[in-house]
């Protein structure tokens, strides 16, 4: 089954910690995605990437870091300097020939 | 920054009618637009995406696209309460880089 897999699909971090949320794909797409969504929001971006060891800053990059040593996963880290982490994150891939963009299920962030 | 703007609504639209979505954006260089439809605590999947000026007909679906003005629009015919959901548009930024940029989106409702 080709798909895009996020994990977990909820996260409950303290605050001061570092958290990393998974993405894995096997649709052989080049370019992945970050978004974090906000209640009642649309999507921002965070960071993407279209080649391996190869990412570039979005919108919204601060307090977030990001890795891409295999085509198949985008991992995501948020970090203590994010003061605002809670959010619904979402992952998403594309071809570099074809521009529709795909997404996972979510992975849904809270601090307590 | 270059902006993608929505009514937020919500929208209401009794059952069987025509609910029509609509879009505008900034940067005049995009080429290439997106709709998503976004169930509730869900992630987005693509419904539709339009690269010509002119209409795009899948199903129940029509895309209207006119560069000139910087507008898209999302025409839903026959309307179903399933169709009850969070619609997103989305614009490419740039050539090459697959970066969505995405407007709030607009709640509408299908009243049976």
């Known amino acids: 089954d080709g798909g895009i897999t996020q994990s977990p699909k909820y996260l409950f971090r303290k605050e001061g910690q570092n958290v990393t949320l998974s993405c894995e794909q096997n649709l052989n797409h080049d370019a992945m995605y970050w978004y974090r969504q906000d209640p009642g929001q649309g999507l921002r971006l965070i960071y993407y990437?279209?080649?391996?060891?190869?990412?570039q800053k979005g919108d919204i990059a601060e307090g977030y870091s990001v890795s891409r040593e295999k085509k198949e996963s985008f991992p995501l880290t948020v970090t203590s300097a994010q003061k605002n982490p809670t959010a619904f994150y979402l992952c998403?891939?594309?071809?570099?020939?074809?521009?529709?963009?795909?997404f996972g299920q979510g992975t849904r962030l809270t601090v307590v | 920054q270059k902006e993608v703007e929505q009514n937020s609504g919500p929208l209401s639209v009794p059952e069987g009618a025509i609910a029509s979505l609509n879009c505008t954006y900034s940067d005049r260089g995009s080429q290439s637009f997106f709709w998503y439809r976004q169930y509730s605590g869900k992630s987005p999947e693509l419904i539709m995406f339009?690269?010509?000026?002119g209409d795009k007909e899948d199903g129940r679906f029509t895309a209207q696209l006119n560069k000139a003005s910087q507008y898209v629009s999302l025409l839903i015919r026959d309307s179903q309460p399933s169709d009850s959901a969070t619609y997103l548009c989305?614009?490419?930024?740039?050539?090459?880089?697959?970066?969505?940029?995405f407007g709030q989106g607009t709640r509408l409702t299908i009243n049976p």
């Open positions: 990437s279209q080649i391996v060891n190869d990412f």
């Open positions: 989305a614009v490419k930024e740039g050539q090459g880089a697959q970066k969505l940029v």
């Open positions: 339009i690269y010509s000026n």
């Open positions: 998403a891939s594309s071809t570099t020939a074809n521009t529709e963009a795909f």
